[in-house]
């Protein structure tokens, strides 16, 4: 845990979120600026900055962190089947596109167009 941590903090419950998931390790909420019809993220409990400090003993959470992310997409509403689908997203540092010093991933999904900001060129 990081005292001065956004993510940090809405994972202690400290500042309100849209959570839509939570366990022993993760959290998950709706962005607060979606970028998409639905725009969610996950968030490790356990402060890590970026995938620029991960190690090889973070491979299960992260493994655990994808396999969250069809279930997530599903159960909020994204389209089913390969007619529909979602984005993953892991911006990693200020060339990244990284903005929360926190190690996330983005869920983006629903119908198009993705008419705003952040939907990553694609
Ligand atoms: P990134 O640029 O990958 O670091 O993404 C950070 C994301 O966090 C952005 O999409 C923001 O809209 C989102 N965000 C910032 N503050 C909050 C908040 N309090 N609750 C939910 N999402 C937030
Ligand atoms: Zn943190």
Known sequence: MSDNCLFCKIARGEIPAKKVYEDDEFIAFHDINPAA???LL????HHITSLLDVQPEDEQW???M??????LAQEN???PGY???FRTV???GKEGGQEIAHLHLHILGG?????KRAAPAA
């Open 77 to 79: 509403g994204c389209t």
């Open 66 to 71: 994808m396999t969250l992310a069809p279930k």
């Open 42 to 45: 996950v968030v490790p409990k």
């Open 37 to 39: 019809p639905l725009h």
């Open 111 to 115: 119908p198009r167009p993705w008419n």
């Open 90 to 92: 892991v911006n990693t």
């Open 62 to 64: 992260l493994g655990r």
């Open 83 to 85: 007619e529909g689908g």
